[in-house]
């Protein structure tokens, strides 16, 4: 099968955030059995290298140059043009300004020239660059969506994470209307848990919902061969994401604090590429260190005592958490944090959603070896038995392939 695989975030390495570990990972799985061209958009800091190795996991990797944020227009002028835009189109501006009119008139030119049999959107974003029309020309076309831009809204609003609650009042409206008129595009649509599938089924309407879950690699995450002890905790994710933001703040600002009040020397390790202004300035609180991004996250994850994950806002399996579970790393977190994942009987990870629960769940696995030894090994067996990226890649590939061996089945 000939796949189009479009992808406005460059999806290498694939250390950098969620949205590049979920496309390359299943972007690799797919090129085992099928013939897919990678269209995608490259931003300054992209190197010939990375752009090399990428290239050999795919039969045609076509780059374009990324849209810089200044695209969106500055100052209140801009801000109001912006609105009016969104208002007017349908389309939000953190997804209408990755559209390029270079990289649509290639795909226009791809699809029209009958190089594909199915496409994939990786991320709900890039649906800017599917026309209604390629359902005509291909039999399925895929949205992998990541994570809802309504949802997220009204998550962040509810939570008080929202950075202009007025404005965004005034989308979540839109945002909705927006969802659901990119849905009727798709033959299918892809989330990531079951909470997503009860949240998108008013939106999907009649097009297919599926669950396809994140995995690990085993490989780049292996068992720990031994604990650290101490009182050291890490938090890991891409550090410009408002939601680990949001988490990063929140765990420097207020689970630290009275933490450290038990436990004077514990130390906190905000690992992740790109920290913000914000992120980085929490360096200076006693007991935080701002890592940026490190060679390795693994290492970082083995010397650590805890791994806590108390995410406030956002939708999915969380990366972050099954990447520390797989590299034995006990897990404090919280219900968004380990949403999708069967971790209360057995016992897998401890759940926390207060500052109070944090600071006595932590303090627990602090003083009892035994404990985390037991949410270690029982960790690593859910990744091993539910969560690695070949088990995902298969349940994906089956999903692209659905419509159209369907089609091939019931021709019209």
Same mark, same amino acid.
């Given at each position: 099968?000939?796949?189009?695989?479009?992808?406005?975030?460059?999806?290498?390495?694939?250390?950098?955030?969620?949205?590049?570990?979920?496309?390359?990972?299943?972007?690799?799985? *797919?090129?085992? @059995?099928?013939?897919?061209?990678?269209?995608? =958009?490259?931003?300054?800091?992209?190197?010939?290298?990375?752009?090399?190795?990428?290239?050999?996991?795919? +039969?045609?990797?076509?780059?374009?140059?990324?849209?810089?944020?200044?695209?969106?227009?500055?100052?209140?002028?801009?801000?109001?043009?912006?609105?009016?835009?969104?208002?007017?189109?349908?389309?939000?501006?953190?997804? +209408?300004?990755?559209?390029?009119?270079?990289?649509?008139?290639?795909?226009?030119?791809?699809?029209? +020239?009958?190089?594909?049999?199915?496409?994939?959107?990786?991320?709900?974003?890039? #649906?800017?660059?599917?026309?209604?029309?390629?359902?005509?020309?291909?039999?399925?076309?895929?949205?992998?969506?990541?994570?809802?831009?309504?949802?997220?809204?009204?998550? %962040?609003?509810? @939570?008080?994470? !929202?950075?202009?609650?007025?404005?965004?009042?005034?989308? *979540?409206? *839109?945002?909705?209307?927006? $969802?659901?008129?990119?849905?009727?595009?798709?033959?299918?649509?892809?989330?990531?848990?079951?909470?997503?599938?009860?949240?998108?089924?008013?939106?999907?309407?009649?097009?297919?919902?599926?669950?396809?879950? /994140?995995?690990?690699?085993?490989? %780049?995450?292996?068992?720990?061969? &031994?604990?650290?002890?101490?009182?050291?905790?890490?938090?890991?994710?891409?550090?410009?994401?408002?939601?680990?933001?949001? &988490?990063?703040?929140?765990?420097?600002?207020?689970?630290?604090?009275?933490?450290?009040?038990?436990?004077?020397?514990?130390?906190?390790?905000?690992?992740?590429?790109?920290?913000?202004?914000?992120?980085?300035?929490?360096?200076?609180?006693?007991?935080?260190?701002?890592?940026?991004?490190?060679?390795?996250? +693994?290492?970082?994850?083995?010397? !650590?005592?805890?791994?806590?994950?108390?995410?406030?806002?956002?939708?999915?399996?969380? /990366?972050? &958490?099954? #990447?520390?579970?797989?590299?034995?790393?006990?897990?404090?977190?919280?219900?968004?944090?380990? $949403?999708?994942?069967?971790?209360? =009987?057995? =016992?897998?990870?401890?759940?926390?959603?207060?500052?109070?629960?944090?600071? #006595?769940?932590?303090?627990?696995?602090? $003083?009892?070896?035994?404990?985390?030894? @037991? *949410?270690?090994?029982?960790?690593?067996?859910?990744?091993? &038995?539910?969560?690695?990226?070949?088990?995902?890649?298969?349940?994906?590939?089956?999903?692209?392939?659905?419509?159209? $061996?369907?089609?091939?089945?019931?021709?019209?």
């Amino acid at each position: 099968m000939r796949i189009l695989m479009i992808s406005a975030t460059f999806p290498y390495p694939p250390t950098l955030g969620g949205t590049q570990i979920r496309t390359f990972y299943l972007l690799k799985h *797919l090129s085992q @059995t099928h013939e897919v061209t990678l269209v995608t =958009q490259r931003s300054p800091e992209v190197t010939d290298d990375e752009v090399a190795t990428l290239s050999t996991y795919v +039969a045609k990797l076509v780059c374009f140059p990324r849209p810089t944020a200044a695209a969106l227009g500055p100052g209140p002028v801009g801000k109001v043009s912006r609105f009016a835009r969104f208002v007017a189109t349908g389309t939000p501006p953190s997804t +209408a300004y990755l559209h390029t009119p270079a990289m649509q008139r290639w795909i226009d030119a791809w699809v029209e +020239a009958g190089h594909c049999d199915a496409i994939t959107c990786e991320h709900s974003v890039n #649906e800017v660059f599917v026309r209604p029309s390629y359902r005509q020309r291909v039999q399925t076309v895929v949205v992998d969506i990541h994570s809802s831009l309504y949802g997220t809204l009204v998550n %962040q609003l509810e @939570t008080g994470a !929202a950075e202009k609650p007025r404005r965004d009042r005034l989308n *979540l409206p *839109l945002l909705r209307r927006y $969802e659901r008129r990119y849905a009727q595009k798709f033959t299918d649509l892809v989330i990531t848990t079951e909470e997503d599938r009860q949240f998108f089924a008013p939106v999907a309407g009649g097009t297919p919902l599926h669950v396809v879950p /994140n995995g690990v690699d085993l490989v %780049q995450f292996p068992y720990r061969s &031994t604990d650290p002890g101490g009182h050291s905790l890490v938090f890991v994710g891409a550090m410009d994401y408002i939601a680990n933001v949001d &988490t990063a703040k929140f765990l420097a600002h207020d689970i630290l604090p009275p933490l450290r009040q038990r436990y004077p020397d514990a130390t906190l390790y905000l690992v992740g590429n790109k920290p913000t202004a914000e992120v980085q300035a929490l360096g200076n609180l006693p007991g935080v260190r701002v890592t940026g991004r490190v060679p390795s996250v +693994a290492e970082y994850l083995h010397r !650590a005592t805890v791994c806590v994950v108390p995410m406030r806002i956002g939708f999915g399996i969380k /990366n972050k &958490t099954l #990447e520390a579970m797989a590299a034995g790393v006990p897990v404090v977190a919280s219900d968004r944090g380990l $949403e999708g994942l069967a971790v209360d =009987q057995p =016992q897998r990870a401890l759940r926390a959603n207060s500052v109070a629960e944090y600071v #006595e769940a932590i303090g627990q696995l602090f $003083e009892q070896p035994d404990r985390r030894a @037991t *949410l270690s090994a029982r960790g690593r067996e859910l990744i091993e &038995t539910s969560f690695t990226w070949e088990r995902a890649g298969q349940a994906y590939a089956a999903v692209v392939a659905g419509s159209l $061996e369907q089609s091939c089945m019931n021709p019209a």
